[in-house]
């Protein structure tokens, strides 16, 4: 069964969150302001070889190394177009492109405008694909889910450490994997989150 796995967090979405929980939860606007909100965790993260071993198992008439050095040459190809100034379509999917992440501030004096003091490093971003009838917008995509809590998926008390002591990750949409409540980043342009969590 396809499931989408996630916990429950209380934050406070604009507020600051500090590495003390307590400190965060003692500060008034963040009682005043504090909701649940849901959080998806992640149960692995596949690699190249693993994505192409599911591929295969598909009935691909495509051996898993073929596959591989396919999506291998996918990847190299992709960051060679996009800093060639490219945008890249994945039909059924959608589109891969840069943006430039700026200094703070900027420069005001256009005369003093240098891009290499300004432009501090790249972002890539994806706009999912919403004209064809496998729209993955994020409403579209929501209606395509369903959801399993963490604690009910492995008997947790709405944590996602397992008994072990491993922790599970947690996809907070910044690129980095942890298990931290705070809030979650952009994912891009492909539609706001309303409520900071992702």
């Known amino acids: 069964m396809s499931k989408i796995i996630y916990r429950k967090v209380r934050t406070a979405p604009g507020l600051k969150q500090y590495q003390d929980a307590e400190k965060t939860q003692l500060n008034p606007a963040f009682e005043q302001n504090a909701a649940y909100y849901a959080k998806a965790v992640s149960t692995e993260t596949l690699s190249l070889r693993e994505m192409s071993r599911h591929i295969a198992s598909h009935g691909s008439p495509y051996t898993t190394p073929v596959i591989i050095g396919v999506l291998e040459a996918f990847r190299t ?11 890249v379509k994945v039909e059924g999917l959608g ?3 840069v943006t430039i992440a700026n200094r ?3 420069e ?3 005369s003093k405008f240098n891009i290499a ?11 999912p694909e919403t004209a064809t009838e496998d729209k993955i917008s994020q409403k579209e995509f929501l209606k395509k889910a369903q959801f399993v809590d963490v604690a009910d998926l492995a008997n ?3 944590s996602p450490s397992s008994e072990d002591g ?3 990750v947690v996809d907070d949409g910044t690129g980095s994997q942890g298990t931290s409540s705070g809030t979650g980043g952009t994912s891009g342009n492909g539609g ?4 900071g969590m992702e």
């Open 77 to 87: 190809c992709l960051i060679e177009q996009l800093l060639e100034s490219k945008k």
């Open 95 to 97: 589109t891969f492109y």
């Open 104 to 106: 703070p501030g900027g």
């Open 108 to 110: 005001k004096d256009l």
């Open 117 to 127: 003091n300004v432009a501090i490093g790249l972002r890539l971003r994806f706009l």
């Open 156 to 158: 947790l008390d709405d």
């Open 166 to 168: 491993s922790s599970v």
């Open 192 to 195: 706001d989150s309303g409520d």
